[in-house]
């Protein structure tokens, strides 16, 4: 009896050991048995595989994958805005031009009301507030 707890305490320090201790090897073989490949993982990768396979690294993996999903998208975006810009660009070039001959319109209007003899309204000169009424 003493001796199979022996045994056991034995087996168990080794199995221990054999799990922290060494380098992982793994035999993959073909199902027709003509062709195999052995990899051997140093312990470094096998504790980064342990690691990645906890649920730390489970999250750690997931978030960075989140991460790189959200930018995917967000740079899917950037032609669409690049072309929201053109608009806003084309608009504001337009506006510029119209506030530019409105200026204009309104300087004609003022010569000839004073042509005309009547005073001019200084009050409205700095704002266009539109049509000035004589």
């Known amino acids: 009896m003493a001796r199979t707890s022996r045994e056991t305490e034995r087996s168990a320090e080794a199995t221990q050991r054999s799990r922290d201790a060494g380098a992982l090897y793994v035999h993959l073989q073909s199902e027709n048995g003509v062709e195999h490949r052995t990899l051997i993982l140093s312990p470094g990768k096998v504790r980064a595989l ?34 929201r810009i053109a608009q806003l660009e084309a608009e ?20 000839v ?22």
Not at 58 to 80: E, H, K, N, T
Request: hydrophobic letters at 45%; glycine letters at 10%.
């Open 50 to 83: 342990r690691t990645l396979w906890s649920a730390w690294g489970v999250a750690l993996v997931l978030a960075v994958g989140g991460s790189w999903v959200y930018f995917a998208v967000q740079s899917m975006r950037i032609p669409l805005l690049r072309g």
């Open 92 to 111: 504001a070039q337009r506006i510029d031009t119209l506030q530019a001959r409105l200026q204009e319109l309104q300087n004609q209007y003022d010569q």
């Open 113 to 134: 009301y004073r042509m005309l003899g009547a005073p001019v309204d200084t009050t409205t000169q700095a704002g266009l507030t539109g049509i000035r009424r004589p």
